[in-house]
Structure formats: structure tokens, C-alpha cells
């Protein structure tokens, strides 16, 4: 199994812009897709973005579509979450997440699939 940790979240003024860094640990990071997913108080955790392992398939929520982009360098075990024009209501715990697949190219949008999570960072969108 996977062991995820999460990196990068603070305060940001809106149109600012932040990246997360993902960083695995265990077996064969480079087999499993690999997501965001964020909560805010009082809401469920929904998805933000997915990829797969070949880096080659990424999926985005329509609410961050353009603004956020998703990267992976299996290399280093980690997973980028470049938050760019951020709005007020990005304001979440951000957690990365791993889902082990046999598909290359697979990507998931389903909090379901994905078997592995962080324990989160925090980002908040404030003037």
C-alpha cells in the first residue's frame, strides 16, 4: 500500500494562487491514479482533480476547470495541485488521495475509488 502526505495550503488573498505537493511513500507510487479532493465546513468532500499514472489522463471539477492544473513527477512520489485565480469559495482541507489501478491511463472522479488519503491541508481564500 500507498502512504500519502499533503504540503503547500495557507492564506491567500482571491486571485491569488498556491500549489500543493502530494508526497507518497511505500510501493510503486507510479501504479496508482492519483486525486484531490477537498471538504469545507459543514459540506461533503467533493473532487477537484485526477490523474493517472502515466500522467497522461486528468480529470478537473467544472468549478476549478482553468484555474487549477494537476501534475505528477513520478520520480520524486509526488503529486502538484497548482491553484491559480483562487476564490473565496476554495476554501477547503485539501487531501490528496490514491487509487491502485492496473490502467495507465485510468482516472476517477469517485471519492469511492480511492482507497489511500491524507490527512489533509488547509487552504483559505480571505481579504
Known amino acids: 500500500q500507498v502512504q500519502v502526505a499533503e504540503s503547500g495550503g495557507g492564506l491567500v488573498q482571491p486571485g491569488g494562487s498556491l500549489r500543493l505537493s502530494c508526497v507518497a511513500s511505500?510501493?510503486?507510487?507510479?501504479?496508482?491514479?492519483m486525486g484531490w479532493f477537498r471538504q469545507a465546513p459543514g459540506k461533503e468532500r467533493e473532487f477537484v482533480a485526477a490523474?493517472?499514472?502515466?500522467?497522461?489522463?486528468?480529470r478537473y471539477a467544472a468549478s476549478v476547470r482553468g484555474r487549477f492544473t494537476i501534475s505528477r513527477d513520478n520520480a520524486k512520489n509526488t503529486v502538484y495541485l497548482q491553484m491559480n485565480s483562487l476564490k473565496p469559495e476554495d476554501t477547503a482541507g485539501y487531501y490528496c488521495?490514491?487509487?491502485?489501478?492496473?490502467?495507465?491511463?485510468?482516472?476517477?472522479?469517485?471519492?469511492?475509488?480511492?482507497?489511500?488519503w491524507g490527512q489533509g491541508t488547509q487552504v483559505t481564500v480571505s481579504s
Open positions: 488521495a490514491a487509487a491502485s489501478t492496473a490502467n495507465r491511463n485510468y482516472v476517477s472522479t469517485s471519492y469511492y475509488e480511492y482507497g489511500f
Open positions: 490523474i493517472s499514472w502515466s500522467g497522461g489522463s486528468t
Open positions: 511505500g510501493r510503486t507510487f507510479s501504479s496508482y491514479t
